[in-house]
């Protein structure tokens, strides 16, 4: 005789509950938003980075690397193709704000800073092609029948 029960079964493994899912999705989604933030933020302030005394073009190498990186997590965290947006709308609020000149005369992204006009254009045409890229590629199948 056993003194341990007999199980049936292992209890079925499924897809998880809806709730879950949407959990899931809506904390990829803010985690997304801030790190399209955290990134714009770092882009800015290595825009004016020198060595030597000449301007190094780090930020705009950052700014294509980690927006295809964020395209990329925000598609795989939401499961949408639209969710390239979620990243791409602070990057670019955070940019325009940054080119606008406070009332005490300060500015963030000089219009002189090659390196920073780079930056936006660098990282606006990667979000552009992620974005393209989502819009044409073709509908995941579920499975072959």
């Known amino acids: 005789m056993s ?11 499924g ?5 879950l899912d949407l959990g899931l999705r809506v904390s990829g989604a803010i985690v997304v938003i801030v790190a399209g933030v955290v990134t714009g933020v770092l882009e ?10 000449q301007l190094i073009g780090v930020s705009a190498l950052l700014a294509v690397g980690a ?18 947006a979620l990243p ?14 406070t009332t005490e005369g300060d500015l963030l992204l000089a219009g002189d800073n090659w390196v ?4 936006i254009v660098a990282g606006a045409m990667t979000f552009a092609v992620m ?5 044409l ?3 995941p199948t579920l499975g072959r029948w």
């Open 131 to 135: 974005g393209f890229r989502q819009v």
């Open 67 to 84: 927006n295809i990186v964020l395209s990329w997590f925000a598609h795989a965290a939401v499961g949408r193709r639209w969710a390239v």
């Open 116 to 119: 920073g006009l780079a930056m």
């Open 3 to 13: 003194v341990v029960d007999d199980q049936d079964s292992p209890p079925e493994a």
């Open 88 to 101: 791409a709308v602070p990057w670019f609020a955070l940019m325009a704000v940054a080119a606008i000149r």
């Open 15 to 19: 897809p998880p509950p809806r709730l």
């Open 44 to 53: 800015l302030l290595l825009a004016t980075l020198r060595v030597g005394g």
């Open 137 to 139: 590629a073709p509908p």
